[in-house]
């Protein structure tokens, strides 16, 4: 009876084994498929930073069969086309909209400075008690919230972000908020937010198969070029918003020029010698203006007067400008 009992727990053993055995066997093949398809994406040419020269921001209710017919060569977007976790666009989503039509970079929106109750990251209990790393509420946005960017707490969460948009397969993030440094309760923590986007740097190239041809696109704190110089070997390029036209106004010739000498440090040593200006009209003229002085100097312009929206200006529309990408040296478009 014993050895009758021992053959069929040895007999079930070995199948319960093998099954186990082919069970990895498929799930290995399936990572080996998964990962030579995601190496394949990774491998397609990609304009170099510094051959941009326009792009659109697209913040909300994202359409990307416009951005796919159109002639950007940089789409700044949310990582969701709502915001949520429900609409997070795919990898196969990204890699479609950035090499139909004129070759472009993806980049995905990461908000460093404020948290927003309808992302994923949000917890329920928050709405009773807010986190430890939650400042203030934002006046102008019940959805969102200034928070402790030197919070540990916190930090991790920008880096699960960054996790998503790299999973995605985005060329790099473009960083919101970061001036929230200045407001009252950030006093003196203007260095943390410097080593924290240095630490984003790090983090992000060392996580994304791109490595340092990750792009890390910082919005505004234009003068930490100049205060910081390491701060240019970290970051690919900057983006300047309402350098032109202010609240339907040109900016005068005086701020413009400061503006513009911090902005010229970047172009010149920033990883990606890469300067976007963004400026928010509803006036063709002020367009016109903010179109012609971005390019004499170098920089990539887009003019709007709506951020959930794809905007061109008649006779300012974008044109698809061969590049050299990353891996060839031959003009691509």
Known sequence: MFKLLREYWFTTFSIVILIAGLATTTYLV???????????????????????????IWTKDIQLSEIEQSNFELAVIDYSST?????????QQIEKARTTGCAKR????INVGNAENYRFYWQASWQQTLPGFIAEQDSTNPSSYFVK???????????????????????????????????GFAQGHEIDMVDFIHSITQY?????????????IVEN????GTKYPSYLSVVTGIAK?????????????????TSENQLDVFKQNSLGKLVLTLDITTNPIEAQYAYT?????????YMTNYLSSLTTYPGLEPTCNEFVSKNSVTPTR
Do not use: C
């Open 30 to 56: 399936q990572q080996k498929q998964e990962f030579q398809s995601l190496a394949s994406i990774d491998a397609s040419p990609k304009r170099l930073w510094s051959y941009i020269h326009n792009w659109i």
């Open 149 to 183: 960017f030197w919070d540990p707490a916190w930090q991790q969460i920008v880096y699960q972000t960054i996790d998503k948009a790299i999973a995605q397969g985005f060329d790099g993030v473009y960083l919101t908020n970061i001036d929230v440094y200045k407001m």
């Open 293 to 301: 002085n971005s390019l004499s100097k170098g920089y990539a312009p």
């Open 106 to 109: 993806m980049v995905a929106i």
């Open 83 to 91: 915001g949520t976790d429900e609409n997070t666009f795919t990898r």
């Open 204 to 216: 992000s190239h060392q996580k994304s198969p791109l490595g340092q041809d990750f792009g890390i």
């Open 241 to 257: 918003v309402n350098n032109f036209v202010q609240k339907g106004v040109l900016v005068t010739a005086n701020e413009r020029i």
């Open 221 to 224: 704190t234009e003068e930490f």
